[in-house]
């Protein structure tokens, strides 16, 4: 089981969802251009579907989507797969699929949860009254304790993104 999940990981290109969505999309237009302009010769039945088997691999090692390569398919329908551009919407669709995966994981995060925010600036707040008490009434004290907890609560927020 182990030695599975360390080849999935291995397989997967190790740069950011944007650069990855970049590229496929760019890939992906270009190829479907390609497709237009040069039909006569990637209409041909053998160089064509090389074309296609290449262009698909490198989509699947860019997205990793196999709904996309399974929709990239129709490409070797010998008219119907040069007309549509079946790549650039495979592309869109896996680019639509993965950002509302992130915008819902992101939603569903504890960290960036409004409650979360609000009990952790009244543990600051409740912490720096009572250190307050407990120290001398001083002002420069008083202050000092609660600009070093709103910067230690602004570098732990930009962190936590």
Not at 4 to 14: A, E, G, H, M, T
Not at 42 to 53: C, H, K, Q, S, T
Not at 107 to 130: C, F, Q, R, V, W
């Amino acid at each position: 089981m182990e030695l599975i999940s360390q080849k999935k990981k291995s397989d997967q290109v190790d740069l950011s969802f944007e650069v990855r969505a970049a590229g496929a999309l760019g890939i992906s237009i270009v190829a479907d251009v390609l497709d237009y302009i040069g039909a006569p010769i990637f209409a041909l039945p053998i160089a064509g579907d090389v074309v296609d088997a290449i262009v698909m691999a490198i989509l699947f090692r860019l997205t990793g989507s196999k709904t996309s390569t399974a929709i990239n398919s129709i490409e070797f329908i010998p008219v119907i797969g040069d007309m549509i551009p079946v790549y650039t919407l495979s592309t869109l669709l896996w680019i639509l699929r993965e950002a509302s995966k992130k915008r819902k994981d992101n939603e569903n995060s504890p960290m960036l949860n409004e409650s979360n925010h609000a009990g952790s600036i009244t543990k600051i707040n409740d912490h720096i009254e009572y250190q307050n008490t407990i120290s001398n009434s001083n002002s420069t004290n008083k202050e000092s304790l609660r600009t070093k907890a709103m910067r230690r609560y602004a570098i732990f927020r930009s962190r936590a993104r």
